[in-house]
Structures are given as structure tokens and as C-alpha cells.
């Protein structure tokens, strides 16, 4: 028997009793005549104790053995005389009678610990080493349990749990696909699904009336820290509801995950934003409601100084950060070029500060008097001791650049804590979104979305003005997942993509067997989808989705592991009847 109880289970009740363990070298210490070795498997760490007055050649063994070594020990439990209260197992240790080396390691190249000496390079080159460290697995064991509590709240209520072809058609829902030559189909290809969502609708009109999948979901899209190549959705469907039945069984879901898998309970309803609102307050669909600092418009009181900068520009819009008037020179200098930084765009920054005494200085106080800059700073709700922030220009981009200033502030001031949970949803979302470039408009979720009941009859005389019945769960500035009411009217949905610029032809090569299962009874369906990586990364409160991925790419998109994408062979291109010309540089 390689073992008898794992490295995190035994506890003073069992001392006396023979055990026998097996793991991986943690660590070894030499005291005196003793040598101590930290014994490590998926579920903890026990000391082990070798007395060489004991058995000297067992302890010799002892001494030889490196990190990460792979042994198996038998010993008696005893109760430690210097207990360690930082370990589960900190009562107990192992006083070894036997020892028996598994397999010898390498010494390995970073250090196999929570704070770990290795960079992201070096750990995704070596992620089966990485995986060894604590920290990853448990964020690896919260992930199961998500999944887990998932399942059981929607089969609770009646889901049924389908899975949908991996290998399907390429269909233009935003993202690039990743395509799948066909050998038995010379010419033709797959494509990866972006998401089950023509699927999951077909099933609905199945009969399939609540469907949910943990889904792989492919994008070939530039990557960041909360994005991968291949990530996972908790896809979902249901037929003969509404959006209130929607919104009101999913927060369910959440309120249920967080309470299972990190014992926090939300005793209220999340609170619902409209689109425009998000934008007005805060410049962003995915508010970070952790803090206020709500943006004020002040256009109106800047007007009639005669300071270009502010009557050139058709908003002016403010923010207020608390007891921050005695932000130095130095720091009003460090926050300007935050603001003209490539990624926030802005051309410079204003400045009010309202003083401890009452009295108000600012940047731009040769254009205008105290009772001027004190109506600004009222109409802001400033108090003695805050300091105002003022952007300008066209307004859906300042409001954007006074966003990114917002969560910077909120940064700086520690208001934005990873163990404090804002969720809310936010809903009315614009059906479409304007291109210049091709001068036309394009879905801002997908062709399938289906418009507000009362804006239907815009979509020929005011396109931009209609509202999309879509909605998105919001949760301290990230979006953990979003979805729609569906079309499921055949003239509707030919309506829409006339719209979006789908000659009949386009869209029935496209979409046509969607559109022939319209025909048949389509019932009334609606669906989200959750984002699992991102999900659980927010419980485990990291910024990155890489670290609650057994193995994930890197920003480039490669498996840095078993560096892939790689080139395959003549003899297989041949086969697909492929040829690669790669451009010339």
C-alpha cells in the first residue's frame, strides 16, 4: 500500500497509531541529530521526523533526499512538542521507521511555494510543477466546486445539461473563428464554436425548454489578462419566460454560488442599471459600484469665462475624490500624465480643490472666481478636504478617459478591496452600434437579440434609438457573463438580418437551418452566459483568469508547456489538401 492517509489528515486524536504516507519532498532540515522532512500531496503538509540515534542509516537516507523527491514513509504519529499553529497537521508529526524513494527530481526550476521565485514565463513552461503549488490548486479546487454547486442549483430546477457539437460552421458572430480542415471534405472546413448559441436555440425549439451546458467556447481574438483563446461558459437557455424570469433566476445562481463556495450571503436584490445610465455615471457597461465618485456634467456652469478649453467642448464632466485637497504638485502632475497616457487619450487635466478651511484653489483660477468654482464643487457634493477632477471634450470618449481616472482614483484611495463583492445588472443595452468605417450598423451583442417590444417600430426610421432586450451581470467592473431575449419570429429575424446588411442569400447560407426551425414553432426563449474562468477568478480574487486554468496559453495564444500552435507535417497538409505561404516580410 503506497499509503494509508494523505499528507493533510492526521491530527493529535491519531498519535500512536502506524501510518504510512506518500508525496513529494517539500523541504529537509538538519537539527543536530535530526532530520526533518515536509512531506507534500494535493492535501497538505506533514512533518516527518528521522532520529539518527534511532536508526542512523535511515537517517542517512534522510539526508540524501532532494526537493521533490517522490517517497513513500511508514512511521508512528506522535503529538509535537513545538506545535505549529500555520499547518492543519501542525499538531502531529511522523516519527519514520521506513523510507522508500518513489522516484527521484531534478532539482526543479523555481521553488515549489505559495510565493514562488519563478515568473509567469518559467511557471506556464513548467505548469505541471506550478500545479503543485497551493495556491494553484486551490484555485483549481474551487473551480470544481463552482461547477459543482452550479449543477446542482439548475438541475434543482429542472435544467437539463446537453452538450453541443465542438465542430460546427463557421458563422460571423464577432469574434474571428478558429477553423478545422475536413479531410473527408476536401476544401471545407469547421469552424470552433464561439458559443453553443444557434444550439441552444435549436434546442428550445426541440422542446428542451431549460438547457445549460459547461461549455469550451474558441475566439481567435488578441488576448489580455481575462481572456483566452479557449475559455469556459456556463451556458444557458430557457423557453416560455421573460427577462424578469431570467435576471431573477441567475442572480439566484450566484447568490447561491458565493454562498456555497465562500460562505457570503447577499440578502437583497442586485440592483439594475440601464445602459445609458452606466455610460452617464460611469463611463463603462461594467461599472465598478464598490465606490461612488459618480460623474458630474458641469458644461452648463462653465460657460461665459472665456476658457477655450471648456467652451470648445461639448461635454464637461467631473468627479470628486474625497479628502483629497492636499494632493501635492507632485501628485496632481502624476495624475495629468495618467490622463494622457496612450490608454486614457485625454489632452491634459483640471483641478478643483476645496480647501480645509472653506477656501478653493484650482488650475484654472485665472478664468474663473471663487463663487464660480464653488457652485462647480457643489454641484459635485464636495466637502471641505476633496479635491475635483474635470475632463472635457466629445462626450462618449471623456466619458471613457473620466472612467479610467475614476478607477485609478478609487486605486489610490484602497476602495476597491478583491474580498468585497458589488454585483448588479445592467440592462436596456442599444440593439445596434454604428461603424464609420463602413458606414453601417452592426449588432452590439449578436443577430439574434431581440428588441424591445415598444422600439420595434423604429428599426426602419430611427435604427440607433432601439433598445435591445439584453442584459449583463456586473461585478466589481468586470462583466461575469450576459445574455438576451431571442428572436424567435422568422419575419423578425429575416427582418434583422436586412438590417444588419445580410443580402437573403448571405443569410440563408449563413443561418438557414436556424431559420427553418423558425417555421416549425419556435417558442418564446431567452439565455445567458456566464463566463466560468472569470467567474472564478473573481471568488478567488485574482486579476487574471490564467491561474483557475489547468493549462493556459499565454498572450501570444501559445501553450508555452508543449509549445503549440507548432507546424505539422507535409504528409498532413497533404492529406487536407492544404498549402502554407506565409507572407514575405
Request: net charge negative.
Amino acid at each position: 500500500m503506497y499509503r494509508t492517509n494523505t499528507c493533510g489528515e492526521l491530527r493529535a486524536s491519531d498519535a500512536g497509531r502506524t501510518v504510512t504516507l506518500s508525496g513529494w519532498v517539500q523541504r529537509t532540515r538538519k537539527m543536530g541529530g535530526m532530520t526533518f522532512v515536509d512531506l507534500r500531496d494535493r492535501y497538505g503538509i506533514t512533518q516527518i521526523v528521522f532520529n539518527n540515534a534511532d536508526n542512523a542509516e535511515l537517517c542517512d537516507q534522510a539526508n540524501k533526499l532532494g526537493r521533490e523527491y517522490v517517497v513513500a514513509i511508514t512511521g508512528t504519529v506522535a503529538e509535537r512538542s513545538n506545535k505549529n499553529p500555520n499547518l492543519p497537521t501542525g499538531d502531529i508529526e511522523i516519527i519514520a521507521t521506513s523510507i522508500e524513494i518513489l522516484n527521484r527530481s531534478d532539482i526543479p526550476p523555481f521553488t515549489i511555494e505559495d510565493n514562488t521565485d519563478g515568473g509567469d514565463d518559467l511557471r506556464m513552461q513548467y505548469r505541471y510543477l506550478d500545479l503543485r503549488r497551493a495556491v494553484v490548486r486551490r484555485n483549481l479546487e474551487l473551480r470544481h466546486k463552482v461547477c459543482f454547486e452550479i449543477r446542482r442549483y439548475l438541475d434543482g430546477l429542472n435544467f437539463l445539461e446537453v452538450e453541443t457539437p465542438i465542430l460546427t460552421k463557421s458563422t460571423p458572430e464577432g469574434a474571428r473563428d478558429f477553423v478545422v480542415p475536413s479531410r473527408m471534405n476536401p476544401g471545407q472546413f469547421y469552424a470552433l464554436p464561439q458559443s453553443p448559441q444557434l444550439y441552444k436555440q435549436l434546442l428550445m425549439v426541440g422542446g428542451f425548454d431549460r438547457y445549460f451546458q459547461i461549455a469550451k467556447c474558441f475566439r481567435d481574438e488578441d488576448l489580455r489578462a481575462d481572456r483566452q483563446p479557449e475559455f469556459t461558459q456556463i451556458d444557458c437557455e430557457m423557453s416560455f419566460v421573460e427577462q424578469e424570469d431570467v435576471l431573477q433566476l441567475f442572480e439566484g445562481m450566484v447568490k447561491h454560488v458565493f454562498k456555497a463556495t465562500k460562505g457570503i450571503e447577499f440578502d437583497y436584490q442586485f440592483p439594475r442599471m440601464t445602459w445609458a445610465d452606466a455610460m452617464k455615471y460611469y463611463g463603462s457597461d461594467k461599472p465598478d459600484i464598490r465606490f461612488d465618485m459618480r460623474f458630474v456634467e458641469i458644461k452648463d456652469l462653465t460657460e461665459g469665462h472665456d476658457f477655450a478649453v471648456f467652451d470648445s467642448a461639448a461635454y464637461v464632466g467631473a468627479i470628486c475624490a474625497p479628502g483629497c485637497a492636499d494632493y501635492s504638485r507632485k501628485q496632481l502632475d502624476q495624475l495629468t500624465d495618467f490622463v494622457k497616457r496612450p490608454q486614457v487619450g485625454a489632452k491634459g487635466l483640471v483641478w478643483i480643490k476645496l480647501e480645509a478651511d472653506g477656501s478653493v484653489k484650482s488650475s484654472i483660477g485665472k478664468f474663473y472666481d471663487d463663487a464660480s468654482l464653488m457652485a462647480i464643487a457643489e454641484r459635485c457634493g464636495a466637502a471641505k478636504g476633496d479635491l475635483i477632477l474635470v475632463l472635457c471634450g466629445e462626450p462618449m470618449t471623456t466619458r471613457k478617459q473620466l472612467c479610467e481616472l475614476r478607477l485609478e482614483m478609487g486605486n489610490r484611495l484602497g476602495l476597491r478591496p478583491s474580498n468585497v463583492f458589488k454585483p448588479l445588472w445592467v440592462i436596456d443595452f442599444p440593439m445596434f452600434e454604428w461603424d464609420d468605417e463602413t458606414q453601417r450598423f452592426y449588432a452590439m451583442h449578436h443577430p439574434f437579440t431581440m428588441p424591445k417590444k415598444e422600439d420595434i417600430p423604429l428599426l426602419h426610421t430611427d435604427t440607433g434609438a432601439v433598445r435591445a432586450n439584453a442584459y449583463d451581470m456586473v461585478m466589481n467592473g468586470v462583466e461575469l457573463g450576459g445574455g438576451s431575449l431571442r428572436i424567435h419570429r422568422p419575419d423578425l429575424q429575416n427582418e434583422m438580418f436586412e438590417l444588419l446588411g445580410f443580402t437573403p442569400e448571405r443569410a440563408r447560407e449563413k443561418f438557414g437551418f436556424l431559420m427553418d426551425a423558425f417555421r416549425f414553432g419556435a417558442p418564446p426563449h431567452a439565455g445567458l452566459a456566464f463566463g466560468l474562468d472569470r467567474f472564478v477568478s473573481m471568488l478567488a480574487e485574482l486579476d487574471s483568469i490564467r491561474d483557475t486554468i489547468a493549462f493556459p496559453k499565454n498572450n501570444s495564444g501559445r501553450d508555452t508547456m508543449n509549445d503549440s500552435p507548432a507546424e505539422i507535417e507535409q504528409e498532413q497538409l497533404d492529406e487536407l489538401f492544404l498549402r502554407v505561404e506565409l507572407p514575405k516580410h
